[in-house]
């Protein structure tokens, strides 16, 4: 059996591991980095560095920014702009933002990309992409595009195509910090005419702590990837010397706004009492576009990624839902890659200028075609489409398909079609001290440590499996379990009024080949903190876009623990009990095969 990851390396090493691979994280939060130069095959542009003094949330901040604008383009020939920023931890020139300023400078757009808030050469403190900071900055930078705002040292934009007097065509797109600032922008100024948000939240509160049974039960804290991203906000002196003194907030707090470092203490504290983690999950959701999306008009074009650990895609879906049942134009894709996989062949790659030859670069050029030229004619492509490996081309379809295969969990450890097949039984588990089963180290390959394969150790999980396959299925959406445990230990103190005494789980499906080998599809798993013990409960799995070739088989696990996350406080055995009248259910979407 492998040695699983936190049993070999103290905590207390692995925290400064963290920090010395913290500056890698930014790597995959945007987009590849482009070639050098100005002049290229496509068209020529200047690139101009501007600063700007903006108020925003109650501060002065200075914002470092760079100008693309493509020859030709003038008073009397306007274009439009794309207006973009980096990712956590990045800056305007670390190689993905500028990528973005001139891919478009080159296809005639006006560019401007800026470091946000906290980085690079920007001031003030990281405020989380918060729409009274961070958005109200961005909008400063709309004025700008809009020529009724001067960059500090007088430069003004009177080239950029208006829609009226103040109201620039502008679109904005980036990835992960990068995308949700747009939303917020997008919430408090109404002027943004189109986003491409890429892999980015729906609610922080679900990535940092997720609970996949009740948003209002605090989650089971995402340790590895949260403190990463803040070990990294807070060594900003290590990564940019000479911080503006705007950027330093208290010897407790350096570089956040207090409430985000109030966020992480509690998570690490490992103790939820009520009063705290209501602020806390109002804080994490004031910062995201769950408590603002309501306010947005801007067309939007989401890209999320499949292999994503950090942002799943049940976050876009979120968002997609919200503002399609508001009548916003919003189509969504589910690409190959996130912050936690790499591109696949083909993909969405800027810094190699595929944005014509890549299916996802070809949206976006559509998205932006009709929103900020308003050529009607553009293809702005279907509602929904997703990327299938191994297969031909990208799958679309009008909406996210539906649950409509519905399995049974059997007391004999099956998965079956029909609650008559369900053998009576029941099986336990329990937990350990320390974690017994591994998804992933989110770490691992940008610090060079070894990443072992899922695993699971034995009486620590539970699996239900379906019999061989006999034809190929093709599950597209989020999966969704029903089930009722029983626990003593945990019912006992379940209501001591600190969430964290509540029962943890983490539910998650493999593929099983006829070998025996498992796979953990994207190493995705749905932690659960349950909110009673005594009453059954249904959990969301995170979406997956997964093939199950004939006959391999689907298995359900559920695990008591797992190494990239907090876990149960004290040992809670777990016994779950099936029966024909009285069992679990599974739910697939399915775009086609069965299983049975």
């Known amino acids: 059996m492998e040695v699983p990851v936190s049993r070999a390396v103290p905590r207390s090493r692995k925290v400064l591991a963290l920090v010395a691979g913290a500056a890698a994280l930014a790597a995959p939060l945007a987009l590849a980095a482009p070639a050098s130069g100005a002049e290229t095959a496509a068209g020529a542009y200047t690139v101009t560095p501007l600063r700007f003094t903006v108020e925003a949330g109650g501060r002065s901040c200075a914002v470092d920014a760079d100008l693309y604008r493509p020859a030709g383009v003038d008073a009397e020939h306007p274009a439009p702009a794309v207006l973009a920023t980096n990712g956590f931890g990045g800056s305007k020139n670390d190689g993905s933002t500028d990528a973005i300023g001139k891919a478009f400078a080159e296809?005639?757009?006006?560019?401007?990309?800026?470091?946000?808030?906290?980085?690079?050469?920007?001031?003030?403190?990281?405020?989380?992409?918060?729409?009274?900071?961070?958005g109200r900055a961005a909008a400063r930078l709309v004025d700008f595009l809009a020529g009724a705002l001067a960059a500090d040292d007088?430069?003004?934009?009177?080239?950029?195509?208006?829609?009226?007097?103040?109201?620039?065509?502008?679109?904005?797109?980036?990835?992960?910090?990068?995308?949700?600032?747009?939303?917020?922008?997008?919430?408090?100024?109404?002027?943004?005419?189109?986003?491409?948000?890429?892999?980015?939240?729906?609610?922080?509160?679900?990535s940092l702590a997720p609970n996949a049974a009740d948003r209002d039960t605090p989650g089971v804290f995402k340790w590895q990837w949260a403190n990463g991203f803040y070990l990294m906000g807070e060594g900003q002196p290590l990564l940019v010397p000479s911080l503006d003194p705007s950027r330093i907030n208290s010897l407790g707090c350096l570089h956040f706004v207090t409430d985000a470092c109030d966020t992480v203490r509690l998570l690490n504290s490992g103790r939820y009492p009520k009063a705290a983690t209501e602020k806390m999950l109002a804080y994490a959701r004031s910062v995201s576009p769950v408590s603002y999306v309501d306010r947005i008009t801007a067309p939007t074009l989401l890209v999320q990624g499949q292999a994503d650990t950090l942002f799943n895609l049940n976050e876009a879906r979120a968002t997609y839902d919200r503002l399609r049942e508001r009548g916003v134009d919003t189509r969504m894709i589910w690409q190959s890659w996130g912050h936690s996989g790499g591109q696949k062949p083909g993909e969405l790659d800027l810094g190699q200028g595929n944005?014509?030859?890549?299916?996802?670069?070809?949206?976006?050029?559509?998205?932006?075609?009709r929103y900020l030229r308003k050529n009607t004619a553009a293809d702005t492509g279907p509602?929904?489409?997703?990327?299938?490996?191994?297969q031909s081309g990208y799958g679309t379809a009008d909406g996210v398909p539906a649950l409509s295969r519905r399995l049974y969990l059997s007391g004999d450890g099956k998965l079956v079609d029909n609650r008559a097949k369900v053998a009576e039984g029941s099986r336990r588990y329990s937990n350990w001290l320390v974690p017994t089963s591994h998804s992933e180290?989110?770490?691992?390959?940008?610090?060079?440590?070894?990443?072992?394969?899922?695993?699971?150790?034995?009486?620590?999980?539970?699996?239900?499996?379906?019999?061989?396959?006999?034809?190929?299925?093709?599950?597209?959406?989020?999966?969704?379990?029903?089930?009722?445990?029983?626990?003593?230990?945990?019912?006992?103190?379940?209501?001591?009024?600190?969430?964290?005494?509540?029962l943890v789980l983490f539910a998650k499906l493999y593929d099983v080949a006829p070998d025996g080998t498992k796979t953990l599809v994207n190493r995705l798993v749905a932690p659960v903190r349950?909110?009673?013990?005594?009453?059954?409960?249904?959990?969301?799995?995170?979406?997956?876009?997964?093939?199950?070739?004939?006959?391999?088989?689907?298995?359900?696990?559920?695990?008591?623990?797992?190494?990239?996350?907090?876990?149960?406080?004290?040992?809670?055995?777990?016994?779950v009990a099936s029966a024909p009248g009285d069992t679990g259910t599974l739910e697939l979407p399915l775009v086609q095969g069965m299983v049975g």
């Open 107 to 134: 296809r005639g757009y006006v560019g401007l990309v800026y470091s946000g808030l906290g980085f690079g050469k920007s001031g003030c403190l990281i405020s989380l992409d918060a729409p009274e900071t961070d």
């Open 154 to 206: 007088g430069t003004r934009a009177d080239f950029v195509t208006r829609d009226g007097a103040g109201d620039p065509r502008v679109g904005m797109i980036g990835g992960s910090y990068g995308g949700a600032v747009q939303l917020a922008t997008a919430s408090v100024d109404p002027r943004v005419d189109a986003l491409v948000p890429l892999i980015t939240w729906n609610d922080l509160a679900y």
């Open 355 to 369: 944005l014509e030859s890549s299916y996802v670069g070809q949206r976006i050029l559509g998205w932006f075609d």
């Open 383 to 390: 509602a929904f489409a997703w990327y299938r490996e191994g």
């Open 441 to 502: 180290s989110s770490l691992a390959g940008t610090i060079g440590l070894p990443d072992p394969r899922p695993y699971d150790t034995p009486g620590t999980y539970l699996g239900w499996t379906t019999a061989p396959l006999t034809a190929p299925v093709d599950l597209v959406g989020a999966p969704k379990a029903t089930l009722k445990v029983d626990s003593p230990a945990a019912e006992r103190v379940q209501d001591s009024g600190d969430a964290a005494d509540k």
């Open 530 to 575: 349950v909110p009673d013990v005594t009453r059954p409960f249904t959990v969301e799995l995170p979406a997956v876009v997964h093939r199950y070739e004939t006959g391999h088989r689907l298995e359900l696990v559920i695990a008591a623990s797992d190494t990239a996350y907090s876990g149960n406080r004290g040992v809670k055995p777990v016994t």
